[in-house]
């Protein structure tokens, strides 16, 4: 069965620091595809990134990277300088290659600090 | 706009009604995808459209819910007998790809908040 956990409920730190959210994926699937979603306060999520299961080059995106692992089944995603306008809820996703649904983690809640 | 649209934005009702809820994919898109998401979890998928027929409505909690897209655009989620235990926003997304392709990007709405009274 598929499963996403992101085991850091909440995290505050101070504007400017970086910060690296976790996400673990469990799938029986070889082909897969994993994603993160961010949150804000008004609510709707937005897309960030989609990664497939056979392309494990990290990936930055301004003050954006991810760093996928196989061998660890680890999708995490770090944001350097962070700013007060990253804070908002972050979902890590995974789609089974059998599958259309996405699932979901809980969720990790990032407050960022003046 | 060119965004995924949902009304209304917010719903209250009472026990035991009836709740129709609307999604708006963005133009061109055939898949569309149903999600819930309750306080403090992420969302959990409901049902799958591909054109005007699911294709999976595995997540549907029970036959109180039920779901159309007759024209393969614009899909409404009902909702009978509501429970308190229904109250979460209701999320829409929807997907470009032609056969829903697994990995294809969802691109989701604002959502629909419901309390049920």
């Known amino acids: 069965a598929q499963k996403v956990t992101q085991a850091q409920t909440e995290i505050s730190v101070v504007e400017k620091e970086d910060v690296t959210l976790d996400c673990v994926y469990e799938?029986?699937?070889?082909?897969?595809?994993l994603f993160w979603y961010k949150q804000p306060p008004s609510g709707e999520l937005v897309f960030l990134i989609r990664r497939n299961s056979f392309d494990e080059q990290n990936e930055i995106s301004g003050r954006y990277s991810w760093n996928f692992q196989k061998s660890t089944s680890s999708f995490n995603f770090t944001i350097t300088a962070s700013q007060v306008v990253d804070s908002a809820v972050y979902f890590c996703a995974l789609s089974e290659d059998r599958d259309d649904k996405i699932i979901f983690g809980k969720g990790t809640r990032l407050h960022i600090l003046p | 706009g060119a965004g995924v649209s949902q009304t209304p934005s917010n719903k209250v009702t009472e026990k035991g009604k009836y709740v129709e809820l609307r999604c708006d994919p963005i133009?061109?898109?055939?898949?569309l995808y149903w999600y819930r998401q309750s306080l403090g979890q992420g969302p959990e998928f409901l049902i799958y459209f591909q054109g005007t027929g699911a294709a999976d409505d595995s997540g549907l909690p029970n036959d109180r819910f039920f779901a159309v897209r007759p024209e393969g655009s614009v899909s409404t989620l009902k909702i009978q007998r509501t429970e308190r235990g229904d109250s979460a926003v209701y999320l829409c997304a929807s997907s470009p790809l032609g056969k829903g392709l697994a990995g294809d990007t969802q691109y989701f709405g604002p959502g629909t908040r419901l309390t049920v009274l």
């Open positions: 799938t029986r699937d070889t082909t897969y595809y």
């Open positions: 133009s061109g898109h055939t898949a």
